[in-house]
DNA sequence: TAATTTTTGTTATAATATAACACTATGTAA
DNA sequence: TTACATAGTGTTATATTATAACAAAAATTA
């Protein structure tokens, strides 16, 4: 199962800084996060992301440009993502919703496209912001 | 209506570029080709891009940071996106599906959340590149 | 062990996007 | 018409995000 892969020190180092933040960062942050730990290069970090993304341990966020780790450590979700995003204060939480991921699991048009991945971002205003 | 809004010069060239194009494009693409055409700066591209985005004439590809533009004249489809993209041909075609649409839109999570808009990305390998 | 693959560290650079400022055009309202 | 506000322009500089290329080290495999 690659979810339970054996991490490099590297990834380990971004893992768990991205693990210990509850909102996204970006890879310069994380960078700067890192340095203390030996990390001294972007291209450190974006390696780290990408295989991290790969195995589904973190997610991007596409329109933020920045990564989140996911919570659902059985669920191995490399490829079906779904955010909601405040835009007023930037939180963002993965939404996991059954009925919402078979209907976009099942998603079939008549192109003849084969889907193996989908991401979904919904914006708005989160309670918090709504009230203020 | 906000779509049938007067465009500027700078808006309409990049708008016509974008048009004119079946797929999505970069934004230092659209530089490279309106430079004959009196726009100089990256910025002037940007402008117009956000421009172009806020009134729904295009939309912009998050994961690929490249813009198309909106075939559906008529609705103005600036808060609600779906997209198919082809991960090997990088091919990209807006999806209207109604059912999905709807079920889209009347999302609602038990966060307290208002959303307003939303951008889904379903990624694949479209017919083509199935056989090849 | 040797061969292969993956990861690392490093420097340099590419690609994407915005800040700040002075100026111009356009719309609106007295 | 004038004054004012708003939106767009042109420009330079710079910030932010991401990858190319290469040599060396570590881990894996046969």
Redesign the pocket.
């Known amino acids: 199962m690659q979810n339970q892969?054996?991490l490099?020190?590297?990834?380990k180092i971004v893992l768990d800084i991205i693990e210990k933040s509850s909102q996204p960062l970006?890879?310069?942050?994380i960078l700067f996060d890192v340095k203390k730990r030996?990390?001294?290069?972007?291209?450190?970090?974006?390696?780290?992301?990408?295989?991290l993304v790969e195995i589904g341990k973190i997610h991007?966020i596409e329109s933020?440009?920045?990564f989140i780790a996911c919570k659902n450590s059985k669920c191995q979700i490399t490829k079906a993502t779904v955010f909601s995003i405040c835009e007023n204060c930037e939180d963002v939480k993965e939404i996991h919703d059954h009925k919402l991921s078979e209907h976009l699991k099942h998603y079939k048009d008549n192109k003849g496209m084969k889907y193996s991945k989908y991401n979904l971002e919904f914006f708005g205003l989160c309670k918090r912001c709504i009230k203020n």
Chains 1, 2 share one sequence.
Not at 26 to 29: L, P, V
Not at 41 to 50: E, G, K, T
């Open positions: 892969q054996v490099t020190k590297n990834q970006k890879a310069y942050s030996g990390i001294n290069a972007p291209l450190q970090v974006y390696r780290a992301l990408d295989k991007k933020r440009n920045s």
